[in-house]
């Protein structure tokens, strides 16, 4: 029986956290969440107490991703897979252009399709650990891509296709709040606060342009069957009042708006983009300086500075992230249906830098011993 390795205190990351969602929850989100106690938890979301936290989450969002005038921070329960069938009810009117170029977005791009009530959507696709583009196309009523595709770590620019009358959607679920975006390129910005956001699952927000909040209105009032659940118009109303149409998960929305008050207290989206673009970096230049590592995205311009894809040659990555697993450094696993001989590791906002370094020091010992 091979003796289990064991690193070195000294390179060991302070906090060995690295999921891509759920990801880390700084330990002071905690204690604030542990502080409300039950003054929040246990009682009526309908009443100012629990009104409060969803009111300040949405000020925070505001504030952090300097909202254009008329857009609104909408929230919901049942995270970015619900959104995708809220957008479909709500937001496509007829036909949609899809980006896939990973499992999210082929998952959103597949609810499009066979929804009964819209027309055949075109699917633009691309390999994974390559990006598709969205263009110009007659009919064409709604885009949709990913900002960052969390399977692959595939990172494009938020940018508009000119199409007067036309919506853009992104999913931004691993994206926000660790990669720039100017919200006046897009109309709907949506994504769950269990990743860069540093919170739990449940919930979905969407940032909505004054064109798709028009859009919502203008669908609902059509008479199209759209479930209860999944009614954006409803949603809307709701956030108005700083409350969702269902009970939230009350914990989620403090740890979201514990994590968005800190990032905004530290400098906001530039300087949560700057810490992450750091972790990241510290990865990719660390693959790219060895023998049996390399970034699974080859084009360094779509390198994702919050999910980093490592490919590995004459090791086992699925060995490497047991040890590290062992070790207290978890969550570095590739994504499940990818399929490929990697490590995929989070550097979002609530990850230190420092942490990141030593991880790569943490994964050297791990390969020299497993030889």
Request: glycine share 8%; charged share 20%; net charge negative.
């Amino acid at each position: 029986m091979t003796d289990p390795i064991t690193i070195p205190a000294e390179l060991l990351p302070a906090d060995g956290r690295f999921g891509s969602g759920p990801s880390k929850v700084p330990a002071d989100a905690m204690s604030a969440l542990s502080g409300l106690g039950r003054s929040v938890m246990g009682t009526s979301h309908r009443q100012k107490a629990v009104k409060s936290e969803v009111g300040r989450l949405r000020a925070g969002l505001g504030e952090f991703f300097s909202l254009p005038d008329g857009y609104e921070v909408v929230l919901g329960v049942g995270g970015a897979t619900a959104f995708w069938e809220v957008a479909v009810f709500g937001l496509v009117e007829d036909r949609a252009q899809a980006a896939s170029f990973g499992e999210f977005g082929s998952k959103f791009a597949k609810a499009i399709k066979i929804a009964p009530h819209l027309g055949e959507p075109t699917i633009v696709t691309a390999d994974p650990g390559t990006a598709a583009y969205l263009s110009f196309e007659d009919g064409v009523d709604a885009y949709a891509t990913p900002h960052n595709e969390t399977s692959t770590g595939v990172a494009v620019d938020v940018k508009r296709v000119a199409h007067e009358g036309a919506l853009m959607l992104h999913d931004a679920t691993s994206a926000a709040a660790g990669l720039p975006v100017d919200l006046t390129e897009t109309d709907c910005y949506y994504f769950a606060p269990q990743k860069g956001l540093a919170s739990d699952g449940g919930l979905w927000i969407a940032i909505l342009s004054p064109a798709a909040i028009e859009r919502a209105e203008r669908i609902a009032a059509s008479g199209r069957y759209i479930p209860a659940f999944l009614d954006l118009k409803t949603a809307i109303d709701n956030s108005r009042k700083d409350q969702t149409y269902n009970t939230p998960a009350v914990a989620t929305v403090v740890l979201a708006a514990e994590q968005v008050d800190a990032l905004n207290a530290a400098g906001g989206l530039d300087a949560a983009a700057k810490r992450c673009a750091e972790s990241a970096g510290a990865v990719y230049s660390w693959a790219d300086a060895r023998s049996f590592a390399d970034p699974f995205v080859t084009d360094p311009a779509l390198r994702s500075n919050v999910v980093a894809t490592i490919d590995f040659e004459g090791v086992d990555a699925a060995e490497i992230a047991k040890v590290l697993r062992a070790n207290g450094i978890v969550d570095t696993e590739p994504y499940r249906k990818l399929g490929r001989n990697q490590l995929r590791i989070a550097t979002y906002p609530a990850v230190d830098p420092s942490d990141t370094a030593k991880l790569t020091e943490a994964i050297d010992f791990v390969v020299e011993k497993l030889g």
